[in-house]
């Protein structure tokens, strides 16, 4: 059978902690009106962020750690196991891992970042470190959260052309990573996703609701591989498409599970 080059789900990613390494998954069970499962569900706070995880509330990018201000975050790679509750840290010489259930873990996961950030981690004095905090309750520590409970549970989803038409602009490769989606979507005519908010569109089985486009920040500047802040990313969007967005949120409203190389049907084509 020869490989699908309509309309189809190209990769999966979850990211864990936010701010961290994104994960490449070979399925994901969707559920009605929630994201990918494990998705932004850690998050390194600032010692100045007061966060209470019993009751939660979405705060904005700036109470932690993140890829917008820390870009030395992107030099290490990191992993996280929901079966063991451990997070594997790989800084390229040495290759450690902590568990996230214990104080001990989570301590040395605070310390390490801590210093890794240390120019913005450490913000309340030379003893401060930042806080590891669990999302609980469903909440998730999506930059989108403060937008409202709909917005901090949809799955981010990119159009692979779309980055591949801004790479032929700018005159240099683009890594997807750069934007930190979960959903890659691929066999699609560049920026035809700015269309959709509104609409549904289907992965699979499951069928997504589109809600808005996707504004990105300063994050995207940071190359995933180098830590390196290579491109101008919004600068370059305002140039050479006048905005400087990129992808799409959006809510899952029926329950399934969707693997790369699913078809995807899309809005206007009656599928």
């Known amino acids: 059978m020869g490989v699908s080059t309509g309309p189809r789900l190209a990769e999966l990613y979850r990211y864990p902690v936010k701010g961290l390494t994104g994960e490449p998954l070979d399925e994901v069970a969707l559920a009605a009106g929630d994201g990918v499962p494990g998705d932004r569900m850690f998050a390194l706070a600032l010692p100045s962020t007061a966060f209470d995880e019993d009751r939660p509330v979405a705060l904005g990018k700036r109470h932690f750690l993140m890829l ?5 975050l992107a030099r290490v790679r990191t992993a996280y196991d929901p079966r063991t509750g451990l997070l594997t840290v790989d800084e390229g010489t040495r290759r ?5 259930a214990t104080a001990s873990g989570r301590r040395a996961v605070e ?5 890794l950030a240390a120019d913005t981690a450490r913000t309340s004095g030379d003893d401060a470190l930042p ?3 669990t999302a609980r309750g469903g909440h998730r520590f999506t930059d989108g959260g403060p937008d409202g409970q709909e917005v901090m549970r949809a799955v981010s989803v990119l159009n692979l052309a779309s980055v591949r038409d801004f790479a032929e602009r700018v005159g240099q490769p683009v890594d997807p990573l ?3 989606a979960n959903l890659h979507l691929d066999g699609i005519p560049a920026w035809a996703e700015r269309d959709w908010a509104g609409q549904e569109i289907i992965i699979g089985r ?3 609701r589109v809600l808005k486009d996707i504004r990105r920040c300063a994050a995207t500047t940071v190359n995933p591989r180098t830590a390196e802040r290579d491109l101008k990313v919004l600068k370059e969007l305002q ?6 967005d990129c992808g799409s949120y959006a809510t899952v409203l029926t329950a399934g599970t ?3 190389g699913d078809p995807v049907a899309l809005p206007g084509t009656g599928g």
């Open 96 to 100: 450690w891992s902590a568990d996230l």
């Open 178 to 180: 750069r934007f930190r």
């Open 239 to 244: 140039t050479h498409y006048g905005h400087t």
């Open 258 to 260: 969707v693997r790369p």
């Open 68 to 72: 917008m201000r820390d870009e030395t």
């Open 131 to 133: 806080r590891l905090v």
């Open 111 to 115: 310390q390490y970042f801590g210093a």
């Open 206 to 208: 499951v069928r997504l």
